[in-house]
């Protein structure tokens, strides 16, 4: 009897670990779903292909053809537009200019908004106006989807070394899946407050920067 309690025990600890690992193994897979990327750039090229060291199968678009060769070559996906890379994937990192490309590109006629799924997480990773954050924010919550802003610090050279600071705003519950990507492409995340207080904080970094090099620059 001794024997088969022991025989049962072994039994059932096997059978938890193997639960357990199956969780892990599910969770895995769960995260290596496709990577919507937007922009690709000097920063954003790098960035996307971070997430492809890493075992993202990334689905990009950009509105210069020729942007897209590198990675392709990569062996992402290569969109016509962000419509088609939001109805392709439902994690969306977004990497552009401006404010008005930000608008553009989430909002147009061929924007992530015409068709974006329901429980989409977009994270912009643009440096603009911390007011269009919360109105793209306010818009994406129309949809069903979660809007995050996260800002970059750090160059051309920190993305291709996956080096950059995220300075990221929204929801606080959403922060982790934000940040299982974002340490993909940088070595700092930090999770600043509500939508609009990532772009709030880099634009503070980046004064005292530019006004450091200009004190140094002045003192010689």
Known sequence: MAALFRG????????????????????????????????????????ARNLLKHGYPVIATDVFPESFKELQDSGAQILDCPAEVADKADRIITMLP??????????????????????????????????????MAVAAEKMGAVFMDAPVSGGVGAAGLAKLTFMVGGVEEEFNAAQELLTCMGANV??????????????KHELIFWNLCVRSYTSH
């Open 190 to 203: 930090v999770y600043c407050g509500q939508v609009g207080s990532g772009q709030v904080n880099t634009h």
């Open 98 to 135: 401006s404010s008005p490309n930000v608008i553009e590109v989430y909002t147009g006629p061929n924007g992530i908004l015409k068709k974006v799924k329901k429980g989409t997480l977009l994270i912009d990773s643009s440096t603009i106006d911390p007011a269009v954050s919360k109105e």
């Open 8 to 47: 049962y025990r072994n039994f059932y600890k096997r059978s938890n670990n193997h639960v357990e690992l199956t969780l892990v193994s599910c969770r895995s897979m769960a995260s290596k779903t496709p990577v919507g990327f937007i922009g690709l750039g000097n920063m954003g090229t790098p960035m």
